[in-house]
C-alpha cells in the first residue's frame, strides 16, 4: 500500500498571504489529522477529520482550517501567514483510532 | 491535561552499546501510548505502541518498550544501537476521549559514535 502523500514538499511564501497543503492518506484510512512541528514548539495537534467532519481541534488561531472530501483527502489552509507559521507541516491518517501513519510533511517558510 | 516528558533532549551512545530513552506522561484515562522516530527532513515513523495487555512491548527495528503505570512511564530500550539508530524519538499519548489527537514529548536526539 502506498503511505501518506503530502504535496507540495516544501513551499516559500511572504507574510501575508495564503497557504494551502493537501494530503493523501493511506487507501481506505477515513482519518485525517494534521500537526505542526516547530524547534520552539515541537509537534503540535493542529486538527482531525473524519469522514468529512472536524472531530477535534487544537489551540490554533483561526486562520488556520482544514477540510476533507469524499475520498478523505484533506486539505489545509492558513491564510495571512505570519512569519511563526514557518514550520514542518505533518499529515497523519489513521484506518479507525489511534495508531496513525504520517507522511514526510510539507516544509513551509514564511519570508 | 495530558503531557508527555522526555527529560533527555540529547543522548551520545556508542555503537553496540545499549540505549534507553525515558518518557514520562500525565493522562487522565488508560492512555495509549506510542515511540515514534523522525531522520532529518522526515515524517515520524512508527517505532511501537502499547493500547493494553502485556507491558513489555516489541517494536520495529528491534526497539521495545515497557509500560509502568506506577510510574506514569513508558521507556525506550534497544539492546545494541546501530548508526543508522542517528535519529529524533518521540514518545506520544492519545487515546479516551482525546481520540487521535496525540500529545508529543519533546524528543530526544541520539547521537550514534562509532
Known amino acids: 500500500k502506498a503511505g501518506v502523500t503530502q504535496t507540495p514538499r516544501y513551499l516559500i511564501k511572504t507574510r501575508g498571504q495564503q497557504v494551502t497543503l493537501s494530503c493523501s492518506p493511506i487507501?481506505?484510512?477515513?482519518?485525517v489529522s494534521w500537526y505542526q512541528q516547530t524547534p520552539g514548539q515541537g509537534l503540535q495537534f493542529l486538527f482531525e477529520?473524519?469522514?468529512?467532519?472536524?472531530?477535534n481541534k487544537g489551540n490554533f488561531p483561526g486562520r488556520f482550517s482544514g477540510r476533507q472530501f469524499s475520498n478523505s483527502r484533506s486539505e489545509m489552509n492558513v491564510s495571512t501567514l505570519e512569519l511563526g507559521d514557518s514550520a514542518l507541516y505533518l499529515c497523519?491518517?489513521?484506518?479507525?483510532?489511534?495508531?496513525?501513519?504520517f507522511g514526510p510533511g510539507t516544509r513551509l517558510t514564511v519570508l | 491535561a495530558q503531557s508527555v516528558t522526555q527529560p533527555d533532549i540529547h543522548i551520545t551512545v556508542s555503537e553496540g552499546a545499549s540505549l534507553e530513552l525515558r518518557c514520562n506522561y500525565s493522562y487522565g484515562a488508560t492512555p495509549y501510548l506510542f515511540w515514534y522516530v523522525q531522520s532529518p527532513g522526515q515524517g515520524l515513523q512508527l517505532l511501537l505502541k502499547?493500547?493494553?495487555?502485556?507491558?513489555l512491548v516489541q517494536g520495529i527495528k528491534g526497539f521495545e518498550a515497557e509500560f509502568k503505570r506506577s510510574q506514569s512511564s513508558f521507556n525506550l530500550r534497544k539492546p545494541s544501537v546501530h548508526w543508522s539508530d542517528a535519529a529524533e524519538y518521540f514518545c506520544a499519548v492519545g487515546g479516551g476521549a482525546a481520540g487521535n489527537k496525540l500529545t508529543f514529548g519533546g524528543g530526544t536526539r541520539v547521537l550514534v559514535k562509532p
Open positions: 487507501s481506505g484510512h477515513r482519518s
Open positions: 477529520y473524519f469522514s468529512e467532519t472536524q472531530r
Open positions: 502499547y493500547f493494553s495487555g502485556d507491558t
Open positions: 497523519a491518517s489513521s484506518l479507525a483510532t489511534y495508531e496513525q501513519f
